[in-house]
């Protein structure tokens, strides 16, 4: 069975600049998340869709994070501007149902540096 | 906010058997203990999880106590693949999320 698949692994950008990540789930898995770990910090969730419907997003710093799921499979998660304070690695998930004892299957994550 | 605490680091060797504590001392009755583990550069693996009984799978082992309040992983015998950060957490029934804290930095010496 094919894992979470993420890209870029890297990317650099300067801050102001916009950046976006992409992710495919594991197939036939309904709910997705975005999470973001900063260096020494386990990982914070950022938002978690069900299918193609936002089930919480109130970790999203809205102003210049964005995410979407358009046709409940794969999500683009974008940042515009990006901060200094955005270098994280950005890690997307996916479980089949989102239920309650629904393991998490994490992708390699995205590197963000922000110079 | 993570609701547990775990010590910040631990070593063990190659072979012996690794046992990570995780203090949980307000979990209420419908909160399950889970424990994932992220190996350097990689995303985070589940391992177990469990709820009053004590668990066992082919990774691991999870003993809870009694009062719920704490809870204990134990690798049998340890690997070198086994170093990484482990992390335990508190998940309502229902809620899906995963808060995840600090975590403990597991090193296993050869």
């Known amino acids: 069975e094919a894992g979470v698949a993420q890209s870029p692994r890297y990317k650099i950008i300067e801050k102001r600049q916009s950046v976006a990540f992409w992710c495919n789930p594991i197939?036939?898995?309904?709910?997705l998340y975005w999470y973001q770990q900063i260096l020494g910090q386990g990982p914070k969730l950022l938002i978690q869709?069900?299918?193609?419907?936002?089930?919480?997003d109130s970790q999203l710093p809205k102003d210049r994070f964005s995410a979407e799921r358009l046709k409940g499979v794969d999500s683009t998660l974008k940042i515009q501007p990006a901060k200094l304070e955005d270098s994280a690695v950005y890690l997307c998930?996916?479980?089949?149902?989102?239920?309650?004892?629904?393991?998490?299957?994490f992708g390699p994550g995205t590197r963000l540096t922000v110079l | 906010d993570a609701k547990t605490t775990q010590p910040p680091s631990m070593d063990c060797a190659e072979g012996r058997a690794a046992n990570l504590p995780c203090n949980h001392s307000t979990i209420s009755g419908n909160e399950y203990v889970y424990w994932y583990r992220q190996i350097h550069s990689q995303g985070p693996q589940y391992i177990i999880h469990g709820l009053k009984n004590n668990e066992t799978n082919e990774m691991a082992s999870l003993i809870i106590t009694e009062d719920r309040k704490s809870s204990t992983l134990i690798l049998p015998h340890a690997t070198l693949r086994d170093t990484a950060v482990y992390y335990c957490?508190?998940?309502?029934?229902?809620?899906?999320?995963?808060?995840f804290g600090q975590g403990t930095r597991l090193t296993i010496n050869p």
């Open positions: 957490i508190e998940v309502s029934q229902g809620a899906q999320k995963l808060v």
């Open positions: 197939s036939g898995h309904a709910t």
């Open positions: 869709f069900q299918n193609n419907g936002v089930v919480d």
């Open positions: 998930a996916s479980s089949f149902a989102g239920g309650l004892t629904d393991t998490q299957y």
